[in-house]
């Protein structure tokens, strides 16, 4: 007599499907065009690579997807301040914006560093390791900050580690400057080699500081939330003439002095909470604060 088949396994887990059955049109539209910016940054690019390398055509094609970075970096500002003003953030949303950081400030930034340094002091496969470094690195902390983060307020005061976007702009801000005195200076060869020997090491000191654990406070809200003093919108107004009026190097120095801040306030506060001696002369233990 034939024994009863026996049952298979149970799943550990059962996928439970669910349809997205509406989405918020303007924060969709929104976050859509910070991926419509990065393709077409890397249009440029690729147009960039087919010149002559170091010419003032190949450059002008870089500082494009560079501008493009930046106008993507206002569309991610937007987006998600809009859906929470809004009351239509979601989960969508936040998958949605995460696809397109990853285009436009995880490839895109690594694609351009590879296109300039290409024929620079270091051998290609340094300089596409760092790139697909770069891009692993921003990947895993987009994916990082969906784990960690809500879709409340609260979660959008600070960051933890280096913001993808702002590591973009860092890359960004360094081709502008660059690409505008490209062939107008007597030194513009000499600069074109230094930044083909700096941008690689920059990139990679980027990529660690995106997955460390280095808190980096979110301008945007703390410059928009709440009334503020007569005298810092004259303030802000002061300084945005000026980042207008010098945009080439205005910018650079935002976004450098923005990834360096982070840094320089963790070492100050880990001198600053060193443990005092206790009464019997040993040290306390210290309080464990990873990097990563």
Known sequence: MLEP?????????????????????????ITLGNAVCGFMAMTYIAKGMGLAAGSPA????????AYLILVAMIFDALDGRVARMTRTASSFGTQLDSLCDFLTFGTVPAFLTYGLCMGGPFPHLVVLGVCVMYVCF???????????????????REFIGLPSPAAAGVVASTIIPWAAIEGKWALAETLNKVLQAGLPVTVFLLAVLMVSRIPY????????RGPRQFVTFVEIAVVG??????????????????????????????????????????????????LF
């Not at 450098?256 to 002369?281: F, N, S, V």
């Open 5 to 29: 088949a026996r049952p298979g396994p149970r799943p550990l887990f059962r996928l439970r499907r669910r349809r997205v059955r509406t989405v918020a049109i303007l924060p969709t539209l």
């Open 58 to 65: 190949a450059g002008a094609e870089f500082e494009r997807a």
């Open 138 to 156: 921003a990947a895993t902390r987009l994916a990082r900050f969906n784990v960690e983060t809500g879709t409340d307020e609260k979660y959008h």
């Open 217 to 224: 406070p979110h301008l945007v809200n703390k410059l928009l």
């Open 241 to 290: 003439l000026l980042a207008l009026i010098f945009h080439e190097f205005a910018l650079f120095l935002g976004f450098m002095g923005y990834a360096i801040i982070g840094p320089a306030l963790w070492i100050r506060g880990r001198i600053l909470r060193r443990p005092a001696p206790a009464p019997g002369g040993n040290p306390e233990p210290p309080v464990e604060d990873s």
